[in-house]
């Protein structure tokens, strides 16, 4: 398993991410107390998270692996990042907990592949209250990100190798942060 670096310095901002960054940046100076950054797989939830993490001595979970013990240890805390946001979280628990922030005035960070307003949830309050957050969109690489995201992955392993290569490796890869994990 190749050891990630995911300092803050490494983080590397650019068009496509600068909004979400930003945000997280901003922190506490947002307009809501949630705040879902989505984006695909490898576009850097995870680094701003942990940046996040870092920076506000928050708690981190897996969203799915959240739990009523969990809802205790929130109270300790300003706040809270829930990584891999989808359909399987428990809505019931998890409406619980966007009420407490919101009561309490506590943030949250949830990391998701789609916006969670979009995901198809039964639950009907929850559906509400998975609208009223700040979004914000990974977009997809531009050249500057690719550049930057293949010089880093290459010195990660101890490889130089000529800005041109790396030039022409971009003008050929399909403009995906997953694709350019597989290169």
């Known amino acids: 398993e190749l050891n990630q670096n995911f300092a803050y310095d490494d983080f590397f901002v650019s068009k496509c991410n600068y909004f979400a960054f930003s945000l997280i940046e901003s922190w506490p100076k947002w307009e809501k107390n949630i705040l879902n950054v989505y984006g695909e797989k490898y576009s850097g939830k995870t680094h ?3 940046i996040f993490k870092k920076k506000n001595k928050a708690v981190k ?3 799915n692996e959240f739990s009523n013990d969990n809802l205790k240890e929130f109270k300790i ?7 891999n946001f989808d359909e ?4 019931k628990l998890m409406y619980t907990l966007f009420n ?3 009561q309490d005035n506590k943030y949250i960070l949830i990391n998701s592949l ?3 307003n979009q995901i198809k949830f039964k639950l009907k309050d929850f559906i509400s209250r998975t609208k009223n957050c700040i979004f914000a969109k990974i977009e997809k690489p531009d050249d500057e990100l690719m550049f930057a995201i293949l010089l880093k992955n290459f010195s990660d392993r101890q490889i130089t190798i000529e800005k ?3 030039d022409f490796i ?8 997953g694709k350019i994990y597989e290169f």
């Open 114 to 116: 789609t916006p969670i």
């Open 164 to 166: 041109k290569l790396i």
């Open 100 to 102: 407490i922030a919101d």
């Open 77 to 83: 805390y300003e706040n809270l990042i829930l990584d």
């Open 48 to 50: 701003l998270s942990n």
């Open 170 to 177: 971009i003008k050929r890869i399909d403009r995906s942060y």
């Open 61 to 63: 979970f897996k969203a």
């Open 88 to 91: 399987h979280v428990d809505e």
